[in-house]
């Protein structure tokens, strides 16, 4: 088969994204960079990494090649929920208005807690407002650090969590799935065989079908939850607010001024931390046009940089540089994309090449598009 046969082949691989969502502290990265040898940069529990929206490189699996979205969860350490929101909703807004199809979306829960309450609670409501009703049969829930739970503790939390409606049973009622990852390539494997060996893997998640029908993101259910966490937020603010007024008070009255100047010091954090939130919530729509702006006019330049490689790629091969593009394998970390490709990317200028694997985020339609999913990994930044 000739090189340009080859190169025909690779451009018309069909590349299935899925989305990989959960709080902090499940393994999201963890899993990502197991399956596709990416190097994506882990966190631990307590902090994320994640910060922005991730790609990871693309791998083959049962023929299908594959690619996974890394997202922050709603309980970011450096993130606000309403950052997260705009973040996701930007990228899956934009790529579904440009054509690229989501085959599924897995959500992460560590099987360590013994509840789902309080940050885990709130983080699957957020996640149930962003994919809806209709992409539950989608879903796998997949549930990680089985090897730091005793076995039989594990089944019988996860017996918990498929049976209780307060817990996982309603999503899985409508069609969800529920699978452990036991930090094997295999366990990974098999969870992304349930999406993807499907007749024609295809979803659209709610928040795709609210935007693109020109809603408001404060308009969409993700959104109007958001805003009503935050207003909640405010009201148990001011509430705290009056009674630290009416300590301050007494210890006036008291002569207790270390009292007082504690208190005080107590009501500078909390009037901060109440603009904030203000903050947060009047920004949300702004905030979600400024993500898209952003990742539009990273696109301009991505559609940019490939035509440039491939203004290269051209050259090499009229000089005779061209040479066969492997099909691809199983395994993670070893990509599909032409030589020839790759040595075009070694060869732009860091920001061209950074442009390039933008561009295989969010591909742009055409020729340019395609060539830009062979420049991954990459990293969508919002800054």
């Not at 309980?75 to 599924?104: E, F, P």
């Not at 999503?171 to 060996?197: F, P, V, Y």
């Not at 400024?290 to 006019?297: H, N, S, Y």
């Not at 040479?323 to 070694?346: F, L, R, W």
Request: glycine share 6%; with cysteine; proline share 3%.
């Amino acid at each position: 088969m000739s090189d340009s046969s080859n190169l025909t082949t690779t451009f018309q691989d069909e590349i299935l994204s899925i989305a990989v969502m959960g709080p902090t502290g499940t393994g999201k990265t963890s899993f990502i960079n197991l399956l596709s040898g990416s190097k994506l940069q882990v966190g631990n529990e307590l902090e994320s990494c994640t910060a922005d929206v991730q790609i990871s490189e693309p791998f083959v699996i049962n023929g299908r090649s594959v690619n996974l979205i890394d997202t922050p969860g709603f309980d970011d350490t450096k993130l606000s929920d309403t950052s997260v929101l705009n973040m996701i909703a930007a990228y899956l807004s934009y790529s579904h208005n440009t054509g690229r199809k989501l085959a599924g979306v897995i959500y992460m829960h560590r099987i360590l807690d013994n509840r789902l309450g309080g940050i885990s609670a709130r983080n699957f409501r957020m996640f149930r407002n962003l994919c809806g009703e209709a992409s539950l049969r989608s879903v796998v829930i997949a549930t990680t650090m089985w090897d730091e739970v005793d076995e039989r503790i594990g089944a019988d939390r996860e017996k918990e969590l498929t049976t209780k409606d307060v817990f996982f049973k309603p999503a899985l009622d409508k069609g969800a799935q529920i699978s452990r990852h036991t930090n094997t390539l295999e366990s990974a494997q098999e969870i992304i065989r349930s999406i993807i060996d499907i007749d024609s893997p295809s979803v659209v998640l709610q928040i795709q079908e609210e935007l693109g029908r020109g809603l408001d993101i404060t308009e969409t259910q993700a959104g109007k939850a958001i805003s009503r966490e935050l207003f909640e937020q405010m009201a148990r603010h001011r509430e705290e607010m009056r009674g630290l007024m009416l300590e301050i008070q007494d210890a006036t009255r008291a002569r207790d001024e270390e009292s007082r100047n504690e208190l005080v010091v107590e009501r500078q954090k909390m009037e901060a931390s109440l603009t904030r939130i203000h903050m947060d919530s009047a920004n949300l729509a702004q905030g979600y046009r400024d993500a898209l702006a952003r990742v539009e006019e990273r696109l301009r330049a991505a559609e940019a940089s490939a035509a440039a490689a491939t203004s290269s790629f051209a050259n090499a091969k009229a000089a005779g540089a061209g040479s066969k593009t492997p099909t691809g394998n199983e395994y993670p970390g070893q990509q599909t994309h032409s030589p020839i490709v790759q040595a075009v990317a070694a060869t732009e200028n860091s920001n061209a090449v950074l442009e390039g694997k933008l561009a295989a985020a969010v591909p742009v339609v055409g020729f340019w598009g395609k060539l830009s999913i062979m420049l991954a990994p990459f990293s969508l930044t919002w800054r």
